[in-house]
């Protein structure tokens, strides 16, 4: 199974500032031959289902807003909020998509500082 | 709108068993692979299974956690894909989402879920 690992377990930043997750996988979710990487970010709310955000690593979903950035490749990425507002405030998870078992990391609560 | 729906859950006794609906609307069902999730309370998400199209072959595939006591399944004609949960334990106490994915092609990132239903087991 690959295992992914979040960090940090929660971060507080301020309004208008950056925040940034890290997201690691214990095997590489690059496929070689397209350059391709199977990650995927969603944020959740209180009580909401998750929304996804990123997928293949970069790509924005539709209606995300641009200030939401993904990155990384092999087996390091990176979420990055780039001017915190306050709807942002929620828990963020990755996912690998590469093989079964799909697999999440613990999360990252984003808070207002 | 497009949307999915669960229903089903509620409070069931251990080893007992219990069948979640996913419904869809405002898409052609049957052109997706759909999945579960689960979050247990305050923890984070968990995969569950999936079923693929049939254009994908409609073959499933389960968490080890699950697998032998769960099963997915999907009427088309009806929009619902179900998970059937036998023999539950405690530690299968969580939130269920159904969630779709994102594009026809195949690739497991999700773009589309449900609110999720609360399954529950206790005596």
């Known amino acids: 199974d690959i295992v992914m690992t979040q960090s940090p377990d929660s971060l507080a930043v301020s309004l208008g500032e950056r925040a940034t997750i890290n997201c690691k996988s214990s095997?590489?979710?690059?496929?070689?031959?397209?350059?391709?990487?199977?990650i995927a970010w969603y944020q959740q709310k209180p009580g909401q289902p998750p929304k996804l955000l990123i997928y293949?690593?970069?790509t924005r979903e539709s209606g995300v807003p641009d200030r939401f950035s993904g990155s990384g490749s092999g087996t390091d990425f990176t979420l990055t909020i780039s001017s915190l507002q306050a709807e942002d405030v929620a828990v963020y998870y990755c996912?690998?998509?590469?093989?079964?078992?799909?697999?999440f990391g613990a999360g990252t609560k984003v808070e207002i500082k | 709108e497009v949307q999915l729906v669960e229903s089903g859950g509620g409070l069931v006794q251990p080893g007992r068993s219990l069948r979640l609906s996913c419904t869809g609307s405002?898409?052609?069902?049957?052109?997706?692979?759909m999945s579960w999730f689960r979050q247990a309370p305050g923890k984070g998400l968990e995969w569950v299974g999936f079923?693929?199209?049939?254009?994908?072959?409609?073959?499933?595939e389960y968490a080890a956690s699950v697998k032998g006591r769960f099963a997915i399944s999907r009427d088309d004609s009806k929009s619902i894909a179900y998970l059937q949960m036998n023999s539950l334990k405690s530690e299968d106490t969580a939130v269920y989402y159904c969630?779709?994915?994102?594009?026809?092609?195949?690739?497991?990132?999700?773009?589309?879920w449900g609110r999720g239903t609360l399954v529950t087991v206790s005596s």
């Open positions: 969630a779709r994915v994102a594009a026809v092609i195949l690739h497991w990132y999700f773009g589309l």
């Open positions: 405002g898409f052609t069902f049957g052109d997706y692979a």
């Open positions: 079923i693929r199209s049939k254009a994908y072959g409609g073959t499933t």
């Open positions: 095997q590489s979710v690059l496929n070689t031959s397209n350059n391709d990487k199977y």
């Open positions: 293949w690593a970069s």
């Open positions: 996912q690998q998509y590469y093989s079964t078992p799909l697999t």
